[in-house]
């Protein structure tokens, strides 16, 4: 059981080129985010999803987008990369229960490493 | 939203309990107080919840205040390895699941 794995570990991009961040879970999770953590931040999620074929913003979803074609796997792509994108990208995923019985844990990946120039 | 306060950092002898408060005075009756746990450079770990009793499991206890405006996580006997940014959690977006965090409190357990 790997958990939430993510794609590449550390990246290295230039100003305007883009990529793609692959976030996948073998938990059978219905719902998945993606993060950012700035230097000594917290947290902000970008953007998220409930379930296969569904997405929706976050708090700081520009200049990105995000597609989740497949339960497990969960894309986060920067379309022209720019410096204020330098950060650390988590994943993270979490069943559907909750409502009000508040179980929302939250299962993370071990993080992307991106640096844009 | 329900916002929490924490001390910026904490240090803790090795082997002793390490306490971390939180104060959310504007939490409402059905939100709950999650506690969650970044080693450095690692993604966030889940370690509680609760809704208004006391809980216990094998990471940690959380005793919560009876107003529920405050609210503190025990370590009972931190390890080195204890050592890392504690988040404490209240606001939950019921529709979307989803985490919102603040700045944590860093634990720094001494040898």
């Known amino acids: 059981n790997a958990g939430v794995t993510q794609t590449p570990k550390f990246r290295v991009l230039k100003t305007g080129q883009s990529m793609t961040l692959l976030c996948a879970q073998d938990?059978?999770?219905?719902?998945m985010y993606w993060y950012r953590q700035d230097p000594g931040m917290g947290l902000r999620l970008i953007h998220y999803?409930?379930?296969?074929?569904?997405?929706a913003k976050g708090e700081v979803p520009d200049g990105y987008n995000v597609s989740r074609l497949k339960k497990q796997n969960f894309l986060l792509g920067l379309e022209s990369a720019a410096p204020s994108q330098t950060s650390v990208y988590f994943c993270?995923?979490?069943?559907?229960?909750?409502?009000?019985?508040?179980?929302?844990?939250?299962?993370f990946g071990p993080g992307t490493r991106l640096t844009v120039l | 939203d329900a916002k929490t306060t924490q001390p910026p950092s904490m240090d803790c002898a090795e082997g002793r309990a390490a306490n971390l408060p939180c104060n959310h005075s504007?939490?409402?009756?059905?939100?709950?107080v999650y506690w969650y746990r970044q080693i450095h450079s690692q993604g966030p770990q889940y370690i509680i919840h609760?809704?208004?009793n006391n809980e216990t499991n094998e990471m940690a206890s959380l005793i919560i205040t009876e107003d529920r405006k405050s609210s503190t996580l025990i370590l009972p006997h931190a390890t080195l390895r204890d050592t890392a940014v504690y988040y404490c959690?209240?606001?939950?977006?019921?529709?979307?699941?989803?985490?919102?965090f603040g700045s944590g409190t860093r634990l720094q357990v001494q040898p």
């Open positions: 504007t939490i409402s009756g059905n939100e709950y």
């Open positions: 993270a995923s979490s069943y559907s229960r909750g409502g009000t019985s508040g179980t929302y844990e939250q299962f």
């Open positions: 959690i209240v606001r939950v977006d019921a529709g979307r699941r989803a985490l919102t």
């Open positions: 609760g809704l208004k």
């Open positions: 999803s409930v379930g296969e074929g569904t997405t």
């Open positions: 938990m059978n999770h219905e719902y």
